[in-house]
Nanobody, 124 residues
Framework: VQLQASGGGLVQSGGSRRLSCSAS????????VAWFRQAPGKEREFVSA????????YYDDFVKGRFTISRDNDKKTVYLRMSSLKPEDTAVYYC??????????????????WGQGTLVTVSS
C-alpha cells in the first residue's frame, strides 16, 4: 500500500487543521493506520492510531481532547482533525499503516508502510 499525507500548512496558535492520509492499493479496510510526528531536533513520536475493523482509536496524552482521528474505508482515507493547536505541535506529520495491527500502536517499527510527511507549523 502507498500512503499520501496532505493538509499541512501554517496555522495560528489555537487554530485547527485537518490532515488527510490517502491510501492506494488493496485491503485498506484491514489496515491499522497511525500518525506520528517529528519536530525539528526531536525524536519521532506517536500521535494517534485507528485500528482496522471496528475502528478503535488511540491517542497520546498530549493530544487527547484536541485531536480526533477517523477513517473512511470507502475513500481509503484517514483523517486527523487537530484543534486548539499549540506551537509545540509544530512538526512533520507522517501517516503509517500495516495489516491487522493488534498491538504496539505507538511504536514506529510496528508499521511497514510510511507516507512522505506533511509539515504543520503553528505560529504563536
Amino acid at each position: 500500500v502507498q500512503l499520501q499525507a496532505s493538509g499541512g500548512g501554517l496555522v495560528q496558535s489555537g487554530g485547527s487543521r485537518r490532515l488527510s492520509c490517502s491510501a492506494s492499493g488493496r485491503g485498506f479496510i484491514n489496515y491499522t493506520v497511525a500518525w506520528f510526528r517529528q519536530a525539528p531536533g526531536k525524536e519521532r513520536e506517536f500521535v494517534s492510531a485507528v485500528k482496522y475493523g471496528v475502528g478503535t482509536t488511540y491517542y497520546d496524552d498530549f493530544v487527547k481532547g484536541r485531536f480526533t482521528i477517523s477513517r473512511d474505508n470507502d475513500k481509503k482515507t484517514v483523517y486527523l482533525r487537530m484543534s486548539s493547536l499549540k506551537p509545540e505541535d509544530t512538526a512533520v506529520y507522517y501517516c503509517v499503516a500495516d495489516d491487522k495491527v493488534e498491538a504496539g500502536f505507538s511504536i514506529g517499527h510496528t508499521y511497514n508502510y510510511w507516507g512522505q510527511g506533511t509539515l504543520v507549523t503553528v505560529s504563536s
